[in-house]
């Protein structure tokens, strides 16, 4: 079984930054796309940023110009680095990776925990 970590989050002020990390640990073949979403409060979960093996990325308008996203594959690791953090950045972020347990077996997803992003004006 795969299980993704979490970590980075935590309260900043508009216009600070954070740097959200995930990592991929336990056994497994392979790990596609990663991607980070979110989730406000009675929000629904949106995609924020995705990012595939080959490092293509792809990110919502909502962020675009502030948000990286990146990856180790090496550490089998993605990270977000969010500047310019509004207060409309709050929200529970996710992590989210698509594995391959076996070189013959269907890709699955796997979500993290989530970890918690509060932006204070």
């Known amino acids: 079984q795969v299980q993704l970590v979490e970590s980075g989050g935590g309260s900043v002020q508009a216009g600070g930054s954070l740097r959200l990390s995930c990592a991929a640990s336990g056994s497994f073949f392979s790990i596609g796309v990663m991607d980070w979403y979110r989730q406000a409060p009675g929000k629904q979960r949106e995609v924020v940023a995705h990012i595939t093996s080959g490092g293509s990325t792809n990110y919502a308008d909502s962020v675009k110009g502030r948000f990286t996203i990146s990856r180790d594959n090496a550490r089998n690791t993605a990270y977000l680095q969010m500047n310019s953090l509004k207060p409309e950045d709050t929200a529970v972020y996710y992590c989210?990776?698509?594995?391959?347990?076996?070189?013959?077996?269907?890709?699955?997803?796997?979500w993290g925990q989530g970890t918690q992003v509060t932006v204070s004006s």
């Open positions: 989210r990776a698509v594995v391959q347990s076996r070189v013959s077996a269907p890709p699955y997803d796997r």
